[in-house]
């Protein structure tokens, strides 16, 4: 089944304590992206990639590093983390560029940093 | 600036009645516009996807349009059922530059028996 997978699902954290998010991919897919979803805001995108060793800023990358080591692969790393930072993240992935292709989001991991 | 507005913010409707959700845009130049649902707890799924030379598009119960003259897009959902639950929303895509899409706020509905 094609699928983005996250883990954890839901996590609480204290301030400054290191967190990765991960998200895998099995579609093969170019182009992935990380976004944050707040009440009122709606989705707003933190980093994306274009490609393996390739990525950029998005909207609302402060506070926030990926990596894209693998294709399948682009976590999500919080190096210390605050309160501001709690809110819903998805992970999406599409094959090439997003201007054509429709996103397959993943199901989300909740952060309450305490 | 690449905007997109949602209306209404909420809506709630009876089982089985129909109902219109709306989006307009300024993004510009521009690609194309997806309507995705996300129901609670989920992440967004890709309903529609529509080109400038496309003015409806339909899948299943869900049908959207698209002005591109006017810069305007509605959903409708025709025989509402409740697992229509959830939040819809709206993306534009802009044809150039690799950070190009630009979400809408969503419409919350809620169908009740």
């Known amino acids: 089944e094609a699928q983005v997978t996250q883990n954890p699902r839901y996590l609480i954290t204290v301030t400054g304590k290191k967190l990765t998010v991960t998200c895998s991919q099995n579609?093969?897919?170019?182009?992935m992206s990380w976004y944050r979803q707040d009440p009122g805001l709606g989705l707003r995108q933190i980093y994306y990639s274009m490609n393996v060793e390739v990525t950029d800023k998005g909207d609302v990358p402060e506070g926030y590093k990926v990596s894209r080591k693998e294709k399948r692969n682009f976590p999500l790393i919080l190096e210390s983390p605050s309160p501001n930072q709690t809110s819903l993240y998805f992970c999406?992935?599409?094959?090439?560029?997003?201007?054509?292709?429709?996103?397959?989001f993943g199901d989300g991991t909740r952060l309450s940093i305490l | 600036k690449n905007q997109v507005e949602q209306s209404p913010q909420s809506l709630i409707i009876l089982e089985g009645k129909n109902c219109t959700l709306q989006c307009n845009y300024t993004v510009s130049p521009f690609s194309n516009l997806r309507w995705y649902k996300q129901d609670t707890g989920r992440g967004p799924v890709s309903l529609t996807i529509m080109t400038f030379s496309e003015n409806t598009k339909s899948n299943g119960r869900y049908t959207a349009t698209l002005d591109a003259d006017t810069k305007q897009s509605s959903l409708h959902i025709t025989a509402s059922q409740l697992s229509d639950s959830a939040s819809y929303i709206c993306?534009?895509?802009?044809?150039?530059?690799?950070?190009?899409?630009?979400f809408g706020t969503g419409t919350r509905l809620t169908v009740i028996p």
């Open positions: 993306v534009v895509s802009r044809q150039t530059g690799a950070n190009n899409l630009f």
């Open positions: 999406a992935s599409s094959r090439g560029d997003t201007s054509n292709q429709p996103q397959h």
């Open positions: 579609m093969n897919h170019e182009y």
